[in-house]
């Protein structure tokens, strides 16, 4: 695990196929790369620099005001989201686009959602939908 907790400037050439980085300062910028794993830890905003691709899991620790603030910037996911406080993930940015593209099942794990809730609606960019099952952990 690499852990960062001041400023990064560059990452160099990260192997995006094993090992965690984890960000665990009070704020940090997350750099625009495609991670292996990427954790957030820590009380206190974390903001992506630009779009970021985790080739597996990306987790949030269960810490109140723990945050990764994807901003206007997207993420393409390829395997777990685990989300540990309710306000853990902000995707809330009208250009952020959230992609789940991995080659097997996925998971996603939120400390704000209730087992009673199964469903979930997307909408595509015509704004049409549909909506499709998935199961809690």
Known sequence: TLKLAG?????????????????DGATNAVAAATYNN??????????ASG????????TTAA??????DMGANSVTLKGDLNVGAN???DLSDVSCVFTM???????????????????VTL???DFSSFS???SLK
């Open 7 to 23: 400023t990064v400037t560059s990452l160099g050439t990260l192997d995006d196929a094993n090992g965690t980085v984890e960000y």
């Open 38 to 47: 990427l954790a957030i830890s820590t009380a206190g905003t974390k903001t």
């Open 51 to 58: 779009n970021i691709t985790v080739n597996n899991d990306l």
């Open 63 to 68: 810490t109140s005001n723990c945050k990764l």
């Open 87 to 89: 306000d853990g993930l």
């Open 101 to 119: 593209s991995g080659s097997s099942a996925q998971n996603i794990t939120h400390a704000g959602m209730s087992s009673s809730v199964n469903t």
């Open 123 to 125: 909408v595509t960019e």
């Open 132 to 134: 499709t099952s998935f």
